[in-house]
C-alpha cells in the first residue's frame, strides 16, 4: 500500500514558529495561505509603498472549514493509509497508571492571552492512544500547528526523553472553561481516540461519549479516525469557540467543524461533509456510545452492593410524525439491534433519567451526574432508521450501548454527504417534550403474591412508571385515563393503571403471553380518550 501524502506537511521551522506563536502569541508564521511578496516591497527604506490594509487582506487567504473539507476531498482520492508511526521507546510502553500519571502543565495551557474564556491543552501520546495527531491554532485566518515539548507536561516517576522530536504530535487535546464556577477553568470537552469526543454541561460528569461517524458498527466495524484539528483562537469574551478536523478511514473521509457553546446545557452545532472511498453497507451519523450493565429493568447481574450501574438508562426518539418514544436499554445475553424506522427524524440521544443517588450508591463515580446526549438534526435527513445497538457485558468498564442514524440509501464510491446537527449535553432532560415520561421500568412473574394462578411459559408482567406533565392533575380522576398496549406477536392478557403519588403519576401493568423463543416488542402509553398524555414507552422480550 502506498504511503499517504502528508495533507498539512509541518516543517521544523513551521512548529517552531508555532511554539512562539500558541505560548508567546507575538508572532505569525507564514503558511502556504499567505502569498510571497516580491523582494523589497513593502519593506521601509526599500522606496516601494507600504502595502494598505486592503492589500494585506487581499495576500491573506484565511484558513476555515472549507480549506478542511478540500483536504478530506484530496485525501479520498488517495488510497487509505493506516500506518501508524512507532513510538520513541521512553512511551511506547506505557501502562494504564503510567500514562495517567502524564498530566499537561495547567500554567503552560494555550489560548488565555488577554484573558479569554477558553484554555487548550494537550494529552501525551501512549497506552492505547499510539496514533498522532497534529493540532494547530488559527489566528488572524494563519494555521500554526503546536509543537511537542517534554516541558508540556508532569509525567510524575516517567522520564520523557528531551530528545523527543517537535513533531512527534499529540494523542488528542482537551478545551477548558469556567464551566461551574466563574474563578475555575473545568475541562468543557475532549478529542481523544479515534474519532471520539465528550463534552460536559453545568454539573455533570463524564459518562457517554458522542463519536464523528461509526462505520458498520456491530460487524465487521471500521473506526475511522481524526488526523489533524485546527482550534480558530477565540476573542476575549468569545461565547463559543471553533474546532475543524479532518477524518480519515478506509471507506471515507471527512471534514467535521465543531461550534462549542459552553453552558447550563453545553451545545455542539456539527457540520460533517463526507467522500466515500467504497460502498458503506451500514453509515451510522451521529453515533453515540455509552454503557449499561445493571438497572432496575435488567437484573441478571446481582452479585453486586451498587443496585445501578450506568452511563445512560433509555434512548429517547422524537420521530418525524412527532411521536415520543422511550426504550429502556438492556444487558442482553447476546448482541441485540433495534431499528426505528423513519422520515426526516427530528431528534433522538442516549439520556440518564435517573439522577437519584440512592439508585446507584457510588460515591467514587457518581452516575446520576452523568449527562445524556440529545442529536437534533439541522435540515431534513430523510428517510432511515435510528438503530440501537446492545451489546452483552459482564462489568461496568465496556462500552456496550451504541446508538446512532443510518441513511436508507447505502452510500456510494465517489458520493459527497453533508449532515448538519446540533447535540447537547442534557441532565434530566424533563423538557425535551411536553408529555409524561416512563421513569422507571419493572419485569416479574405475572401473577399477585400467593396467587394459584398457573404462569405458562412465554408469560411476563411488565410495570412501567409514568410521570410529569399533567399527571399530577389527572391522579384526581384515574378514571379518565386509559392504557393503550400492543405485543408485536401473541398477546396482551391484561393491563392495570393505578396511581402512584410516589412519583406523581400513574403505575402500568402490562401482562403478555408469547409463543416460547419468540423475541417482541410491547409498547404502551397512557391517553385521555384519543389524546396522548405520555410518550410511547416500548420493551423488548424473548419469550421462554
Given at each position: 500500500m502506498s504511503r499517504l501524502p502528508n495533507p498539512f506537511p509541518v516543517s521544523r521551522r513551521g512548529v517552531l514558529g508555532g511554539l512562539a506563536a500558541a505560548?508567546?502569541?507575538?508572532?505569525?508564521?507564514?503558511s502556504p495561505g499567505v502569498r510571497a511578496q516580491a523582494p523589497?516591497?513593502?519593506?521601509?527604506?526599500?522606496?516601494?509603498?507600504?502595502?494598505?490594509?486592503?492589500d494585506e487582506t487581499a495576500?491573506?487567504?484565511?484558513?476555515?472549514?472549507?480549506d478542511v473539507v478540500q483536504r478530506a476531498r484530496e485525501l479520498a482520492a488517495v488510497p487509505f493509509d493506516d500506518h501508524v508511526p512507532p513510538l520513541p521507546e521512553s512511551v511506547a510502553d506505557l501502562d494504564f497508571d503510567a500514562y495517567r500519571n502524564i498530566r499537561f502543565l495547567a500554567d503552560r495551557a494555550l489560548l488565555g492571552e488577554g484573558g479569554g474564556p477558553f484554555r487548550l491543552q494537550m494529552f501525551h501520546l501512549g497506552f492505547l492512544f499510539r496514533r498522532p495527531v497534529t493540532v494547530s491554532i488559527i489566528r488572524d485566518g494563519v494555521p500554526t500547528p503546536v509543537p511537542y515539548s517534554p516541558q508540556l507536561?508532569?509525567?510524575?516517576?516517567?522520564?520523557?526523553?528531551?530528545?523527543?522530536?517537535?513533531?512527534?504530535?499529540?494523542a488528542g487535546f482537551r478545551l477548558h472553561h469556567p464551566l461551574n464556577d466563574p474563578q475555575v477553568f473545568d475541562e468543557l470537552i475532549s478529542f481523544l481516540g479515534a474519532s471520539y469526543f465528550r463534552f460536559l454541561g453545568r454539573g455533570q460528569q463524564y459518562g457517554l461519549s458522542a463519536r464523528a461517524l461509526a462505520v458498520n458498527?456491530?460487524?465487521?466495524?471500521?473506526?475511522?479516525?481524526?488526523?489533524?484539528?485546527?482550534?480558530?483562537?477565540?476573542?476575549?469574551?468569545a461565547e463559543r469557540v471553533t474546532v475543524l478536523a479532518l477524518l480519515d478511514g478506509a471507506s471515507v473521509?471527512?471534514?467535521?467543524?465543531?461550534?462549542?457553546?459552553?453552558?447550563k446545557e453545553t451545545v455542539l452545532d456539527v457540520t460533517a461533509t463526507l467522500f466515500v472511498r467504497r460502498p458503506i453497507e451500514r453509515l451510522g451519523v451521529a453515533p453515540l456510545t455509552s454503557m449499561y450493565f445493571v438497572g432496575e429493568n435488567d437484573r441478571r447481574f446481582l452479585d453486586e452492593y451498587r443496585p445501578e450501574l450506568h452511563d445512560s438508562d433509555g434512548l429517547l426518539v422524537h420521530s418525524g410524525s412527532g411521536e415520543w418514544i422511550w426504550r429502556p436499554l438492556r444487558n442482553p445475553p447476546e448482541q441485540a439491534r433495534s431499528s426505528f424506522i423513519d422520515n426526516n427524524i427530528r431528534g433522538f440521544g442516549l439520556l440518564q433519567r435517573d439522577r437519584n443517588f440512592e439508585h446507584y450508591q457510588d460515591i467514587d463515580l457518581h452516575y446520576e451526574l452523568r449527562p445524556g446526549y440529545w442529536v437534533e438534526p439541522v435540515g431534513d435527513w430523510g428517510p432511515g432508521h435510528v438503530e440501537l445497538l446492545?451489546?452483552?457485558?459482564?462489568?461496568?468498564t465496556n462500552d456496550n450501548i451504541v446508538a446512532f442514524w443510518v441513511p436508507r440509501e447505502t452510500p456510494q464510491a465517489g458520493q459527497t454527504l453533508v449532515y448538519r446537527y446540533r447535540v447537547r449535553a442534557v441532565?434530566?432532560?424533563?423538557?425535551?417534550?411536553?408529555?409524561g415520561r416512563a421513569i422507571n421500568t419493572y419485569q416479574g412473574r405475572p401473577k399477585a403474591a400467593g396467587s394459584a394462578e398457573e404462569v405458562l411459559p412465554g408469560m411476563r408482567r411488565f410495570l412501567v412508571d409514568f410521570a410529569g406533565d399533567d399527571l399530577a392533575y389527572h391522579m384526581l380522576d384515574p378514571s379518565r385515563v386509559a392504557i393503550d398496549a400492543s405485543v408485536s406477536k401473541g398477546r396482551v392478557v391484561r393491563t392495570f393503571l393505578v396511581a402512584n403519588p410516589k412519583i406523581k403519576g400513574f403505575r402500568a401493568g402490562i401482562d403478555i403471553a408469547v409463543p416460547p423463543g419468540e423475541t417482541v416488542d410491547v409498547r404502551a402509553f397512557l391517553r385521555e380518550g384519543g389524546r396522548a398524555l405520555t410518550e410511547t414507552w416500548i420493551h423488548p422480550w424473548t419469550a421462554r
Open positions: 505560548l508567546a502569541a507575538s508572532a505569525v508564521m507564514p523589497g516591497s513593502g519593506v521601509p527604506g526599500s522606496g516601494a509603498p507600504e502595502p494598505s490594509a486592503e495576500q491573506v487567504a484565511r484558513f476555515g472549514y472549507e507536561f508532569d509525567a510524575g516517576a516517567i522520564r520523557l526523553d528531551a530528545g523527543l522530536p517537535i513533531n512527534l504530535g499529540f458498527a456491530g460487524a465487521q466495524e471500521e473506526f475511522p479516525f481524526f488526523r489533524a484539528f485546527w482550534i480558530d483562537y477565540p476573542a476575549p469574551g473521509t471527512g471534514a467535521f467543524q465543531f461550534f462549542v457553546y459552553p453552558g446492545e451489546i452483552p457485558t459482564n462489568d461496568e441532565g434530566e432532560a424533563a423538557g425535551l417534550h411536553p408529555g
